[in-house]
């Protein structure tokens, strides 16, 4: 368990790390300790605060098929420089297509993670008796 959270945390700070990278997006970090202080930040808010705003705005999230979540990533991103003084996202819209391509990385690489940690059952057959009914 603990290693898939420090699994989490890396691949969420490597995500945030490329996302600063990109310049025209608006959101910068000062340093790279910044980033991983902001992936932690990032993984309590989404584990503790997201399902609570979830909850809140459920019907807006079924009458959306979904598309509020998008939203509701934006704003935790765009409310994590209030706890997290080196990370900088400079205003809504930059929040949300940055979000919207951390969601894409760090779901590359959970599902990733994912696809290697299932065990491959050995599929052999037993006997060679069949039970027709």
Do not use: C
């Not at 490597?14 to 202080?37: M, N, P, R």
């Not at 997201?50 to 409310?79: H, M, R």
Request: cysteine-free.
């Amino acid at each position: 368990m603990f290693t898939r959270l420090l699994w989490h945390w890396l691949i969420l700070a490597f995500g945030l790390y490329l996302i600063t990278h990109i310049t025209f997006l608006g959101i910068s970090s000062d340093s790279v300790q910044d980033l991983f202080w902001a992936a932690l930040v990032l993984i309590l808010a989404n584990t503790f605060i997201k399902p609570i705003l979830i909850l809140i705005s459920l019907p807006l999230v079924l009458l959306t098929l979904g598309l509020f979540l998008l939203i509701i990533n934006a704003i935790i991103l765009y409310t994590l420089p209030h706890f997290v003084h080196g990370f900088h996202v400079h205003n809504f819209i930059s929040a949300f297509f940055g979000s919207l391509l951390l969601s894409l990385i760090t779901g590359f690489f959970t599902g990733y993670e994912r696809r290697h940690s299932v065990r491959r059952m050995n599929a052999s057959p037993r006997s060679g008796k069949v039970i027709d009914i």
